[in-house]
């Protein structure tokens, strides 16, 4: 049997999603792209689909620049680790920064945007589950980090960003998320991939990071 194609896996998402926001809940769909090729982000575009997740700034770089020429409309965001060495290219290059996660890197987020003149928007990802391996501000020191980064970028800092524990209930890590930025008066929540996006959406995502489930696996 022949796999879907992406405009297929698309019109199932979207109907999906549709189906399972609330009144006056607009979920984002960001189409995951890493590892995936031009072809295949140019297949999305093609169905209308113009925000995409990368998380590595060179494979974005290399992918991302030509596309704008033909769509203006391109909201790229970026769900992966950044090094402080790579911020002004990625300030160059996102519209959207996900993993704000350390205090140094507020500090060169902010200088990369002094010299660009352009700043994109910004989460603050949370190590929801305080795992040691993954990245995001641990728990404890979140609410004081977003105080910071509301401080130094204002109305840029658009809410916060998290991916639950493998293989644990996503259920209470999205809650808590979404807790944390309704606290602070945070509208954006990225939670929810290909295998969570519905408990996502549920628990008050307003934007889901979907990848595998487009594109097909990696
Ligand atoms: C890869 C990735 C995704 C998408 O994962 P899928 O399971 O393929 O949907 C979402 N968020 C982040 C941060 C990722 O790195």
Do not use: W
């Amino acid at each position: 049997m022949q796999s879907p194609s992406i405009a297929e896996n698309l019109a199932a998402l979207r109907a999906r999603i549709t189906s399972l926001s609330r009144f006056g809940q607009h979920v984002t769909l960001i189409a995951v792209s890493k590892t995936k090729s031009t072809e295949a982000v140019m297949e999305a575009l093609s169905c209308g689909q113009m925000a995409f997740g990368e998380n590595r700034v060179q494979e974005a770089a290399a992918k991302f620049p030509p596309l704008r020429a033909t769509h203006p409309e391109l909201d790229l965001h970026l769900i992966g680790p950044l090094q402080t060495n790579k911020a002004r290219e990625a300030v160059q290059l996102f519209d959207m920064i996900e993993t704000l996660d350390r205090p140094r890197l507020i500090d060169a987020l902010a200088a990369a945007a002094e010299r660009e003149g352009r700043l994109p928007r910004l989460l603050v990802q949370i190590n929801i589950g305080d795992e040691p391996q993954k990245s995001g501000i641990p728990r404890a020191e979140a609410d004081r980090f977003i105080q910071d980064c509301r401080a130094r970028f204002g109305d840029s800092l658009a809410g916060l960003m998290a991916i639950p524990p493998l293989g644990l209930d996503p259920m209470p890590y999205f809650r808590e998320l979404v807790a944390r930025a309704d606290q602070h008066g945070l509208p954006v929540r990225s939670i929810g991939m290909s295998g969570d996006f519905e408990a996502a959406i549920e628990a008050g995502a307003t934007q889901v990071r979907v990848g595998s489930a487009i594109f097909g696996s990696r």
